[in-house]
């Protein structure tokens, strides 16, 4: 497989995740409502030394950073490690470690660890910025 095919798929995968993270964290910032139930979540895991509302506004602000270092494949690692953080408190905080109800966080956990280590290929402001460098 040539590297611009990796880059494709890895420039798709980014865009999806992203995607859905974005959609998530938009719809935690409309709904503050969600504030109790995400920080209820944290501290049901023993994340007890920060306030719920503190606990909403990371974990929507976070989705909405991952979504943009995802989409523009820039800080990539520092994005991933946020979505891995925001989706193990997911599950074992939000759907208690049960697989049927926590699969989606799961498979966002696994696609958050693999562009960690993957990188974010050719198509990214990381890899322009590296080309701009290079001249």
């Known amino acids: 497989m040539?590297?611009?095919?990796?880059?494709?798929?890895l420039l798709i995968i980014r865009i999806g995740f992203g995607a859905f993270f974005l959609m998530g964290g938009i719809t935690k910032l409309m709904n503050p409502e969600m504030a109790d139930m995400i920080g209820g979540a944290a501290h049901g895991i023993g994340l007890t030394f920060l306030p719920t509302n503190v606990w909403f506004?990371?974990?929507?602000g976070g989705e909405v950073l991952a979504w943009l270092t995802f989409l523009l494949g820039i800080f990539l690692p520092l994005g991933s490690l946020l979505a891995v953080i925001i989706m193990l408190v997911a599950f074992f905080g939000a759907h208690n470690g049960n697989m049927q109800e926590g699969m989606s966080a799961l498979a966002f956990l696994i696609a958050?660890?693999?562009?960690?280590?993957?990188?974010?290929?050719?198509?990214?402001?990381?890899?322009?910025?590296?080309?701009?460098?290079?001249?």
Request: hydrophobic share 40%.
């Open 2 to 9: 040539t590297c611009c095919k990796k880059s494709i798929g």
């Open 112 to 135: 958050s660890l693999g562009l960690w280590f993957a990188g974010p290929g050719k198509y990214s402001l990381k890899a322009l910025c590296c080309k701009w460098n290079n001249n």
């Open 57 to 60: 506004w990371l974990a929507a």
